[in-house]
């Protein structure tokens, strides 16, 4: 078997619905949990402008008013600052969130050997970098 775009596809969209489920009573959307994600995982503080150029590039957006919407729209939620740190209401739903994809994805990989998963990190993380330079 070799790794086509169909099988990455496939591997993407069944992630990418346990996370809509998981977000599904929340009323936060991906784009807006990509942007919880980074900021819950940064380090604080970061300098002015920083988390829009980070949600620019996780998105692969050029579309600077897309991105200021959406991290105003998680302030007005409640879950960042104006500086766009986590509140503790969006530590909340972000932890609550992680460990309810985390279950269902270990419970996914479980039985695939660690080399295995090793493996295909490395070699998504390749296509990754490779298609990020075509963009």
Known sequence: ?????????QAEDAHEAVLVRALATTGVTKQQWI???LAATTPDPTPAGEPAARLSRALRSADPAQVRQILDDLVTAGLLTTEHAVTPAGQELFARVR???GQVVARAY??????????????LELIT??????A
Not at 129 to 134: A, P, V
């Open 129 to 134: 970098i490779c298609l990020d330079r075509e």
């Open 35 to 37: 942007a919880l994600t």
């Open 110 to 123: 479980a039985g695939i050997p660690a080399d295995d998963l090793r493996t295909a990190a490395r070699v």
């Open 1 to 9: 078997m070799s790794l086509n775009p169909k099988i990455v596809g």
């Open 99 to 101: 460990a309810e994809t």
